[in-house]
């Protein structure tokens, strides 16, 4: 978290992506959907988690902006409603590049000399551990998908590819990850998809916002898995997690179900430790 001073009071802001409050990202989605700029919307999440808002210029403000703030600072010994202050706006605008950890920039390969700006989702702590939808109770994942299995990879990979074509598929994308059992049973997977169709849009992309960032800090943490994914149509996707699922289980029929069952974790760790194996004999026979 961020400190800041302001007239000698002290407030805190998100320094990063886990550690913005689930009010705070359905704020965020509801400003993605708005066609702002890219800065602007650092400025609308500086002003909302401090709980601020600016007040109507006055003459007298001259050229600087009036916030009122109602965040509760610690360095107050009394409870007061708000705080007023005047903030020069390259003051503002400092404040503002505190939530530069949202926005991604790329060079435009098509215009070059020209970056565009994104957000960048690397939210890994699961905003809804439980979720309750039309009287059901969901179990959602832990923080990173620590906990998901490897069957369940398998089918959230497949989905999510399968997203780009049909966007209605995020609901069996998130019945994949949220699951009324407590475990994950692939035969319920299309009812418990029809049951989370009926959640907020606003909260299923932010499920999809975690979904995406946990997937990035996994590959981070394992690039010699990942790093060579390619982009297919849904039955070629589908049919690579069934060949690396036979990889795994070394063409052996009775280890393939206790492999998809098993945590998606032991998977990574053995496939990352096969292929260091295969790069160091490689490595050996090319010094020869």
């Not at 000698?8 to 965020?28: C, H, I, R």
């Not at 706006?89 to 790329?106: G, Q, R, T, Y």
């Not at 969901?138 to 399968?162: H, S, V």
């Not at 849904?234 to 997690?241: E, I, L, P, T």
Request: aromatic share 10%; proline share 5%.
């Amino acid at each position: 978290m961020h400190t800041i001073r302001i007239n000698d009071d002290t407030y805190t802001l998100p320094g990063s992506w886990d550690e913005l409050t689930p009010k705070q990202l359905l704020y965020l989605v509801k400003l993605t959907k708005s066609d702002i700029p890219v800065e602007q919307v650092k400025v609308y999440m500086m002003l909302y988690c401090l709980k601020a808002h600016v007040c109507r210029h006055k003459k007298i403000f001259k050229e600087y902006v009036r916030i009122r703030i109602w965040q509760e600072s610690p360095t107050v010994r009394f409870y007061v409603r708000h705080h007023s202050c005047l903030l020069h706006p390259e003051e503002v605008s400092m404040l503002a590049n505190l939530f530069d950890f949202l926005i991604c920039s790329e060079e435009d390969s098509s215009l070059p000399m020209r970056k565009y700006y994104h957000l960048t989702p690397d939210l890994t702590s699961n905003p809804y551990p439980t979720i309750h939808c039309r009287l059901w109770k969901f179990i959602g994942p832990e923080d990173q998908l620590l906990d998901i299995t490897f069957e369940q990879f398998m089918y959230l990979q497949t989905y999510l590819d399968a997203m780009r074509s049909d966007p209605t598929k995020i609901d069996h994308l998130l019945a994949c990850l949220w699951h009324r059992n407590k475990v994950f049973d692939i035969n319920q997977l299309d009812k418990d998809a029809a049951i989370l169709h009926h959640l907020p849009e606003d909260r299923k992309i932010l499920m999809y916002w975690y979904i995406l960032g946990s997937l990035s800090c996994m590959a981070n943490s394992y690039p010699r898995i990942f790093s060579g994914e390619g982009k297919g149509s849904y039955g070629r996707v589908f049919d690579a997690q069934l060949r690396l699922l036979d990889s795994l289980a070394q063409s052996d029929m009775t280890k393939k179900p206790e492999i998809r069952k098993g945590l998606l974790l032991d998977a990574l760790y053995s496939m990352d430790e096969s292929i260091r194996r295969k790069e160091e004999t490689e490595e050996s026979l090319r010094n020869r």
